[in-house]
């Protein structure tokens, strides 16, 4: 059986949910409540969960991306409409 270890995978990259939430800026009662609903990427390890930074970085860089995109197409529909 293989076990997650946080050694073995480089533990300065893995952050605690405390750790993730400051890194994110957010609170730690938000990062729990949002983790599946908005796609953030974590792995479970026991009864705590762990998120990689790398994958927090591009988690939060395709978000900026989506984000920018919708506001350039309402920004199109509003000025087509005129």
Known sequence: M???????AGSA????????AEYL??????LYQNRVKQGIPHVQVGGTYRFHK?????????RTTQVHSTKIARRTVR????
């Open 54 to 62: 790398s994958q927090l970085d591009e988690w939060l860089r395709a």
């Open 13 to 20: 990259d893995w952050m605690s949910v405390e750790e993730a």
């Open 2 to 8: 293989y076990t997650f270890n946080l050694m073995m």
């Open 79 to 82: 000025k087509i409409s005129l």
């Open 25 to 30: 800026r957010k609170s730690t009662h938000w």
